[in-house]
């Protein structure tokens, strides 16, 4: 059986409902292998060990976990098969998630793992909500022109050593490359050259970029996919490569 996981954003009305496909990430067959049930539209079947399936009362049996406000990029780790991504927030806070099966994120309730008010903005008032909802395994403010996270994988390449075990993900609206360090979860920049992190379009006609995207070689090396922050139809993939001498 073949497995494909999706991510579907959130507009602050889905994110805790599970009546509906919005906020969530998605798990499905398809391969419509024997005794999955077919979906509703016969294009994909549901694997019966989701964790919701047979739950009843219009839950959707493809939703692996649920709460986030927009899922921006799955990846999986080839070595531990953990599954993380990044949840794009609305008004503070970016968050790395690990996703486990059932989690439930906190979306619209918390941005990150702080409180999110319904007007926009976030509290550090926790109450009575932290217990009911998984929190980030990382998290950064809108500091640093940072506002977009996008989701990468853990680095499992060789040609940097001291990455090793972290996940690397990037910021659309930055255009910074960063990282989760594995051993103490604080997110640091990885400089992509000698002038810096940042991806500026200064090798693309001085058009503002942002990294919109990851892809990950069977090696584990990584490679980085740029686009225009305008969405036109250009871009570039990056490779990631060693800068020893």
């Known amino acids: 059986m ?10 602050r009305t889905g994110g805790q409902d599970r009546t509906t496909i919005h906020g969530s990430v998605l ?3 398809v391969d419509r292998a024997p005794g999955n049930p077919l979906s509703a539209n016969g294009q994909y079947a549901i694997p019966l060990d989701n964790p919701f399936v047979g739950r009843g009362g219009g839950v959707v049996e493809e939703i692996h976990a649920f709460g986030f406000r927009n899922p921006w990029r799955l990846g999986f780790d080839p070595l531990t098969g953990e599954l993380h991504v990044a949840d794009v927030g ?11 099966a059932g989690g439930n994120y906190g979306w619209p309730f918390r941005e990150g793992s702080f409180v ?12 009575s909500l932290s ?3 998984l929190d980030p395994a990382a998290q950064y403010d809108h500091g640093q022109a940072h506002r977009s996270a996008t989701g990468g994988f853990v680095y499992r390449g060789s040609l940097y050593p001291a990455l090793a075990g972290d996940y690397v993900f990037g910021d659309w609206i930055s255009g910074r490359l960063l990282h989760v360090d594995a051993a103490s979860g604080q997110i640091q920049e990885v400089a ?3 002038d810096g992190a940042q991806i500026d379009g200064q090798q693309n006609g001085g058009i503002e970029e942002g990294i919109i995207s990851f892809g ?9 996919v740029v686009t225009q922050r305008n969405l036109s139809e250009t871009g570039r993939i990056l490779r990631f490569v060693s800068t020893a001498q």
């Open 216 to 224: 990950q070689a069977a090696s584990g090396e990584l490679y980085i």
């Open 192 to 194: 992509l050259d000698p």
């Open 90 to 100: 609305e008004s503070d806070i970016e968050e790395i998630d690990r996703v486990d």
């Open 131 to 133: 217990s009911r909802f």
């Open 27 to 29: 798990r499905i067959d």
């Open 116 to 127: 999110a008010l319904p007007t926009g903005g976030v509290t550090d008032v926790f109450f």
């Open 2 to 11: 073949a497995t494909s996981y999706l991510g579907k954003g959130d507009d």
